[in-house]
């Protein structure tokens, strides 16, 4: 009987061991499903978003799907967290987008447009925190465009403490660098 009972058992905690492996943890279990939401749905939708051919609508839809994600510093993982630059690399290069990870090198990537000439998916450049040092520590994508302003979507370390929506107010502008175009 004990000859029998030990490989049942084994093979009972080795059935229930595999389960857990494959089950997420919930906080990860809606990021999933939002990211899995935002793929093509078949080859011809996939080469509609890569590179030239991607709209900037289905670029916002994509990266409003992860609001919330946590801000996590030199990440662009959104199992774990975005830093801005990690965001900003992560939504571009879901299209096919070859963008740096780096704020810094978002200054010398696609084309420089001025604030009057500013489009929905645009990347906005500016200063670390500190707006009198004049030096690029954050980038977001222009989010909207209306009566009311510029808002953009980007993942702060600031108050919301990840990827949100802000706008386009006095503080950003005073930290304001420059604004490239992608798309």
């Known amino acids: ?9 084994f093979f009972i905690l080795s059935a ?19 990211l899995i939401a935002n793929l093509p749905k078949n080859s011809k939708d996939l080469s ?15 990266a409003k799907s992860m609001l919330g994600i946590p801000y ?20 571009f290069g879901n299209f096919g987008f070859k963008v740096p990870r780096s ?10 447009t001025s604030l009057e000439n500013v489009k929905v998916g645009d990347v906005l450049i500016f ?17 909207s465009i ?10 702060t370390s600031g108050k919301a403490h990840g990827v949100t929506i802000t706008e386009f107010n006095d503080y950003y502008k005073s930290r304001f660098m420059k604004v490239v175009s992608i798309l």
């Not at 009987?1 to 058992?9: D, T």
């Open 1 to 9: 009987m004990k000859k029998i009972l030990v490989p049942i058992l």
């Open 16 to 34: 229930t061991a595999g389960k857990a492996q494959t089950t997420l943890p919930l906080q990860y279990q809606e990021v999933v499903k939002k």
């Open 48 to 62: 509609s978003n890569t590179g030239s051919g991607t709209n900037s609508a289905t670029l916002i839809n994509f």
């Open 72 to 91: 996590h510093y030199a990440t662009s993982n959104p199992k774990i967290g975005f830093d801005c630059s990690g965001f900003v690399s992560y939504v």
């Open 103 to 112: 704020s810094v090198e978002f200054s010398s990537t696609g084309k420089e």
């Open 127 to 143: 200063t670390g925190t500190n707006p009198k040092v004049r030096r690029i520590g954050h980038v977001g994508i222009v989010y």
């Open 146 to 155: 209306d009566d009311d302003g510029i808002k953009f979507i980007h993942s």
